[in-house]
């Protein structure tokens, strides 16, 4: 089997062959040609840590695997790590047996900016000029470098429940040469695109904090009990999401479905605007939402594509397994 370490990864996944993977696994889930595995998740009841596994099938790209790991909150302070860690694990889909492992950190970094990239590309209106976050952790900066390629974004404004960590971002927009400027969340409203990346038990941004004809990415809620936005803005907007059934049951659309607000059958996979199966954006005027919960598919796409580089460039550890 390979071996991509995480010491690796940097050097070989850009952010464009991270966007072109994701683009094509939700295209390929939207078609029926990839699926995702339930997804495992629990408290350890050890060092406060979510452990879990996230895995799929890609009959299209023929990738098989899922990625382990979790969220460890007390690694950055007591031991200088990052506090997500992750690994993914790929197998031969006609044999079984195990084909590579490949470091998970950043690839996993990677891939949720290109999520809410993707949905950026094929649901924003051409014509967006600012852009606001919510959000200011390490993951933020990753958001915000990779939605800056998708328009001609002349400003980008923030805010942050801890204020101070804002400039995380402000030094992504000015390494991109964009000006920046710290608001309260009514000044949301200047936002043609917002992207909310906080891992919140309770909404920050309300319907009155977006304008007509805003793509807003949520891309923090992944647990059951998270939330990022107000029901009501769900109700007001066309949502889409990467997986319609972790969308409702752990994804920001779990309360507005649960409080009657949405149906499951409102929600719809921005695969199928990828494929042209669904309109997406029909007015200037219409909000669009999207629920990025994150799929395992999305880890084993990246993955695979790291795995081919590596092996390109030599740099693939081969082990006897």
Not at 270 to 298: C, E, K, M, W, Y
Request: hydrophobic content about 45%; aromatic content about 6%; proline content about 3%.
């Amino acid at each position: 089997m390979l071996i991509v370490p995480e010491r690796e990864i940097a050097d070989l996944m850009t952010r464009q062959a991270a966007f072109d993977a994701v683009e094509q696994v939700f295209a390929a889930m939207a078609s029926g040609d990839a699926y995702n595995f339930p997804v495992v998740r629990e408290a350890i009841g050890h060092e406060d840590a979510l452990y879990g596994f996230k895995g799929g099938f890609d009959r299209a790209g023929l990738t098989l695997g899922l990625k382990a790991g979790g969220y460890w909150p007390n690694n950055l302070e007591k031991r200088g790590l990052i506090n997500h860690q992750s690994t993914v694990f790929l197998f031969d889909p006609d044999t079984g047996k195990p084909s590579a492992m490949v470091g998970g950190n950043l690839l996993t970094a990677l891939r949720t900016a290109a999520a809410s990239s993707v949905s950026i590309k094929h649901l924003a209106r051409t014509g967006a000029r600012v852009i606001g976050m919510i959000g200011a952790g390490h993951q933020a900066a990753f958001q915000l470098r990779a939605a800056l390629e998708q328009r001609d974004f002349d400003k980008v404004i923030g805010w942050n429940y801890h204020p101070e960590m804002l400039p995380n971002i402000e030094k992504v927009a000015n390494e991109a040469g964009v000006p920046f400027q710290a608001v309260n969340l009514d000044e949301m409203t200047e936002a043609d695109v917002i992207i909310s990346i906080t891992s919140a038990f309770a909404p920050s941004l309300m319907a009155n904090h977006v304008s007509p004809g805003t793509h807003i990415a949520c891309m923090g809620t992944d647990t059951k009990g998270k939330q990022e936005v107000e029901t009501a803005l769900l109700a007001k907007a066309s949502v889409f999401t990467d997986e319609v059934a972790q969308s409702v049951s752990i994804g920001e659309a779990q309360h507005a479905v649960a409080e009657g607000l949405i149906q499951e059958s409102d929600v719809a996979q921005l695969g199928a605007v990828i494929n042209g199966t669904n309109p997406g954006r029909i007015s200037d005027n219409q909000i669009t939402l999207f629920d990025g919960t994150g799929v395992g598919l999305q880890d084993l796409a990246v993955a695979a594509s790291v795995v081919d580089l590596a092996v390109r460039k030599g740099i693939a550890i081969e082990v006897d397994f």
